[in-house]
């Protein structure tokens, strides 16, 4: 989604003195922080932000020539997709994370009540009928998904409500401390949002205290965080690199960013820590394993398969008894919604980065909001359709996931030239392969999927035809 | 790399034949790749060997990869390879008969173990 961002990742130490100038000028603005989050196998380009004022500046700098990236006029996956999963884009009052804490909660409830009623579940444990009826084999697809992927789907719910624990959870963290901030100081090591008294003084520079923070800590820095940078109660933070385990870096120094004197040690954390560190680490998948993301990739898809089939089969057992009434039609449109909606909407999300000019502005909106705008609408229209036409729904919008997908592909070579011959056979390029060949799947699938519904086409009832079709 | 994808490999392949083994002692899945009912001290003997099986791959997975990775990766793997072993007995499962075979050998898989050396 971001070209610009396709260098190769520079495997040699970082020099820091290419940073120096914007850590000079974000004292000069009385940043109250600079941060630097140094490339990784994940991140080919460093990433700079502070503040100036209320707004927040935020740019990747290419290690090879030095220079400021323009800016890529695009939220990305990383902006907008990731906080999309977690916060639903609801910042007031928290009520997206709320929500999404909410739906964790349920899916750990429906998780373990499912193991409780699912009665056999020693005897059914390798149990898959293709070839029987189509209620049987959702039935088995559901219990298959859900049953062998149950570790994986407890942990991912569990661990996501770890994450926000002071969130959902914060008398535990005021019953020991007097705010919830004192709280996050004492985990972060100690608070140095000190007040200045002086800026503009002279600081040691970067570069020297990197060269001390490698050789004590043994392992390439991760993220440089510099607080009050040019004042004269600047410090300055290195955080060692997050992709040796699963709990993630605790190596951490701090620095006086004046004298360079070297003022915090690596922290001892306490059990409980580690434990939290441990839960979120396996949430948020920072390690440099490349088996395991692709097991957690697989297992994700098993997650989907449990909900769509769980949906699917709710749907075909009542649809005899109760498929006139509002609310089925409600849980069957927004199933349809749910499923092939939010994949068209993200489709439209990629298509969209791929198709707006640079610089547009359209209703006083600019080309990342746009993006954005693209995927609430078509995931709205695609869940209105849904409800409105159930009867053609799923095959009609599979369709059009097979052409989007197919057109992402197209308009990612036609836009880069990184056709997926070409990324295949340069390494940096393989993300944007891997992302070619599942978008080309998906398409398959997905085409494979309308031709089956269509033939089953004539029927009234939109699960009828989905079952004939499994 | 390459020497790690062997031993991933290997990891697989040792999941997967501990859940063939787990499969293979229930009734309906041995019906379905013509075997007969076995005695149940058998039954709890190849499913004691499946077990130790299941705890040689998480040894080896810590053992290669560090108690955090390895753990995650054990159960990770353990989950796909026993759903590949239920795709396996609903699609082809004749893919399964040899091992089928083996467990009805009148000294089960020890048996198999001495014939082969």
């Given at each position: 989604m971001k070209p610009s961002t396709r260098v190769p990742v520079i495997s040699s130490p970082v020099s820091f003195s290419i940073f120096q100038k914007s850590l000079n000028e974000a004292g000069r603005i009385h940043s109250p922080v600079w941060r630097?989050?140094?490339?990784?196998?994940r991140q080919p380009l460093a990433r700079l932000s502070y503040r100036e004022g209320d707004v927040f500046i935020n740019r990747l700098v290419n290690l090879k020539t030095g220079q400021r990236l323009p800016e890529p006029e695009t939220l990305g996956a990383s902006g907008f997709l990731y906080p999309f999963h977690y916060s639903l884009h609801i910042r007031f009052m928290n009520i997206g994370i709320w929500c999404v804490g909410l739906a964790a909660m349920s899916m750990l409830v429906l998780c373990v009540s499912g193991v409780v009623i699912h009665r056999k579940i020693f005897s059914d444990f390798f149990t898959f009928r293709p070839g029987k009826n189509a209620r049987r084999l959702l039935l088995d697809l559901h219990n298959l998904s859900g049953v062998l992927g149950l570790p994986f789907h407890i942990i991912f719910a569990f661990t996501g409500l770890v994450i926000f624990g002071s969130v959902y959870f914060p008398s535990?963290?005021?019953?020991v401390y007097p705010t919830l901030q004192a709280y996050f100081d004492d985990m972060s090591g100690s608070s140095f949002f000190l007040k200045p008294k002086k800026y503009d003084v002279p600081a040691v520079l970067l570069e020297i205290m990197a060269i001390q923070a490698r050789a004590i800590l043994g392992?390439?820095?991760?993220i440089v965080v510099v607080f009050n940078p040019g004042s004269d109660v600047a410090r300055v933070r290195f955080i060692g690199s997050e992709s040796h385990s699963v709990s993630g870096s605790n190596n951490t120094l701090t620095f006086d960013g004046v004298t360079g004197v070297l003022i915090g040690q690596p922290l001892e954390l306490k059990p409980v820590m580690h434990v939290q560190r441990f839960l979120s680490g396996l949430h948020l998948i920072r390690f440099h394993h490349w088996g395991l993301r692709w097991l957690y990739f697989l297992l994700g898809l098993s997650s989907c398969l449990m909900i769509v089939s769980g949906f699917l089969f709710w749907l075909a057992a009542r649809r005899k008894t109760q498929g006139g009434t509002f609310g089925?039609?409600?849980v069957e449109g927004l199933t349809i919604g749910?499923?092939?909606g939010i994949i068209l909407a993200t489709l439209a999300f990629f298509i969209a980065n791929r198709l707006l000019p640079a610089g547009i502005i359209c209703f006083g909106q600019p080309r990342a909001a746009l993006e954005v705008w693209a995927f609430y609408l078509v995931w709205f229209v695609a869940s209105l359709h849904g409800w409105f036409c159930p009867q053609r729904g799923w095959a009609c919008q599979m369709i059009i996931i097979a052409v989007g997908a197919f057109t992402a592909v197209l308009l990612n070579w036609v836009t880069t030239g990184d056709h997926l011959l070409y990324s295949l056979m340069h390494r940096w390029l393989w993300p944007v392969a891997a992302m070619d060949m599942v978008l080309l799947a998906s398409g398959t699938v997905a085409l494979w999927m309308s031709l089956r519904l269509s033939v089953g086409a004539g029927e009234r009832i939109v699960g009828s035809s989905v079952e004939q079709s499994l | 790399m390459i020497l790690a994808v062997l031993f991933y490999t290997g990891l697989v392949g040792?999941?997967?034949?501990?859940f063939a083994l787990l499969a293979l002692t229930q009734f309906q899945h041995r019906r379905a790749t013509g075997g007969r009912t076995l005695l149940s001290r058998r039954v709890v003997y190849i499913r004691?060997?499946?077990?130790?099986?299941l705890v040689l791959a998480l040894f080896l997975a810590i053992m290669h990869d560090g108690s955090g990775f390895g753990a995650l990766l054990w159960i990770t793997l353990a989950s796909g390879t026993a759903c590949m072993v239920a795709l396996r007995i609903a699609w082809h499962p004749g893919l399964l008969i040899p091992l089928t075979r083996i467990m009805e050998w009148r000294f089960g898989l020890t048996g198999a173990w001495l014939r082969c050396l």
């Open positions: 630097l989050s140094l490339p990784s196998d535990g963290a005021k019953s392992e390439p820095l991760g089925f039609r409600i749910c499923v092939s | 040792v999941l997967y034949g501990a004691s060997v499946a077990t130790l099986l």
